[in-house]
Structures are given as C-alpha cells and as structure tokens.
C-alpha cells in the first residue's frame, strides 16, 4: 500500500470514528404543542426593572436542540413545597394538558413556592418549558429553575434560570429577565445538564400573591 493510499485509509477510519458524536450533535428545533391564546380581561399593567421586551409579533425563533429529545415530565411524580394546592392536583403539572382554560392550573399559597419534577432516572435535559397562567397578561415574580439528583436540592445543585434580581429567594441575585406569560410558555436552556430532578420556583405575580402551574416540560435523551 502506498503512502496515498495509506493516509486515505486513516481519515476514513478517522472519520468513522467521528461518527457517532457527529449524530450525537445533530441539532433540530424543539417541536411544541401550544395551546391557543387565550388573553382575556384587561391587561394589567406591568412595571419591572428585569421585565423582558415582549416580541411585537411573528413566531418565536426556533429553539434547538439534539434529535431525539422527548418530553421526560410527562405523567412523571410531581411534589411541591405545598403538598395541598388551593386549586387542582399536583399530577396536572406533567399530564401534558396546557389551555389555559379555568380549573386547568394549580394554584399554590403566597410567598415563595415550588414544584419538582422526578423525572425517574438522570437524563441529560436541554430544555424545560413552563406555563404558569397564560389567560392574562402577567409577569410570575423570582423564578428560579434548578437541577440536582439530589431530591432535597442540598447538594450538586445547578441553577439554569433565575429572573430574582431580589434574591427574595435566598437561592442568589438573578440576571435572567421577568417575562410575561403567554400561551408559547417559556423555553429554559438547560444546556444538556444531567439530572433526575427539576424544580422551579416562583414567588408571586403581577396580579396577586398567589402561585401558579398549567404544564411544566421537560426536553432531553432517555437515560441509557
């Protein structure tokens, strides 16, 4: 074999060999199943010095992430800071329903709240995506989205969002922007941290004290 011929040979093995991380990279937009907008009443006005500027219109810019992702949350273990809700069941959080119709939100008590997700097993996420209330136009108060095996978030605790430019959580200032709900819900870049559990917290709204949940999802590989 001669020496072309030879160095040929070695990329190919070279690019065989690539292979498989070249698919593992393979990048798509991130396929949601949005709800219809449904805003009613009238908007209350909304003054917050982090307060993102809300898209004047047009769809959102796609999201990308591997092929292959799935949404690990649904009809997953739900448990929350407050086991019994003012309104609905926790199990509505992952049952993969999100109109914002009335009755199809869980609402939790005033101050800082949170739910978690058990997604069964450490999965490498990519994105969660949240609603929280999107018949009106509010903005949820200290946001705070964090991955952890650790089902008591004690330890290996990595936070992905947080819009608590307060630190009213005492999890750490955030310099993530407020939002305002809508019926897009909002993508969270999880960045392909590996974890079994999700949580996210709010503290309040615009409107009220009180917290809310539609859907939470969960975007990433099945654990191999």
């Known amino acids: 074999m001669n020496h072309l011929a030879l160095r040929s040979s070695f990329l190919l093995l070279a690019a065989a060999a690539l292979l498989p991380f070249a698919r593992a990279e393979e990048k798509v937009p991130l396929k949601l199943q949005l709800p219809k907008p449904m805003f009613v009443g009238t908007p209350v006005p909304v003054k917050l010095p982090n307060l993102e500027t809300p898209r004047a219109s047009g769809r959102r810019p796609d999201f990308m992430v591997p092929k292959g992702v799935v949404n690990l949350a649904l009809n997953k273990t739900v448990t929350s800071s407050d086991m019994e809700p003012v309104l609905g069941d926790l199990a509505q959080i992952t049952d993969g329903e999100k109109a914002g119709d009335e009755g199809n939100y869980v609402e939790f008590g005033k101050g800082k709240q949170w739910v978690q997700v058990d997604l069964g097993a450490a999965s490498p996420i990519y994105a ?31 936070t992905v969002y947080n819009n608590d430019d307060r630190n009213v959580n005492g999890l750490g200032e955030g310099k993530d922007p407020t939002y305002i709900e809508t019926n897009e819900g909002r993508i969270i870049d999880a960045k392909g941290t590996k974890a079994r ?28």
């Open 128 to 158: 969660i995506v949240v609603w929280h209330y999107h018949s009106q136009a509010r903005v949820y108060k200290a946001v705070v989205a964090q991955l952890s095996d650790d089902p008591d978030f004690i330890k290996d605790v990595v």
């Open 197 to 224: 559990y999700v949580r996210l917290y709010s503290n309040g709204n615009t409107t009220s004290d009180m917290n809310h949940y539609i859907e939470v999802e969960v975007w990433g590989l099945p654990a191999q």
